[in-house]
Nanobody, 123 residues
């Protein structure tokens, strides 16, 4: 499956963005999906994940209550709604997928990766 992340951009602190992860190549409905981010000079870190059917989600503590992950399997798309953004959220955001009935929160669990989309939050 091929993944395409989009929706990044420049936003002021306190603002919102919605990222999208579009999939092609195979039906997306059997894939667990995660969002990760990587800031300059830092390791890639987990942000949020969602199960294949959307019923189970997981979030990093740093984004709980501000970010929401969701999916529309009919559109082969997973979303990451990001609210109350702060400069600490500045990073390249990546989506990843693997065939699984579980939720996965580590980079090594994922087989497929998108190219990343840059989110910059100005103070």
């Amino acid at each position: 499956v091929q993944l395409q992340a989009s929706g990044g951009g420049l936003v002021q602190a306190g603002g919102s963005l919605r990222l999208s992860c579009g999939a092609s190549g195979r039906p997306f409905g059997s894939y667990a999906v995660g969002w990760f981010r990587q800031a300059p000079g830092k390791e890639r870190e987990f942000v949020a994940a969602i199960s294949w059917n959307g019923r189970v989600t997981s979030y990093a503590d740093s984004v709980k209550g501000r970010f929401t992950i969701s999916r529309d399997n009919a559109k082969n798309t997973v979303y990451l709604q990001m609210n109350t953004l702060g400069p600490e959220d500045t990073a390249v955001y990546y989506c990843a997928a693997r065939q699984s009935t579980l939720v996965h929160t580590t980079t090594r669990d994922y087989q497929y990766w998108g190219q990343g989309t840059l989110v910059t939050v100005s103070s």
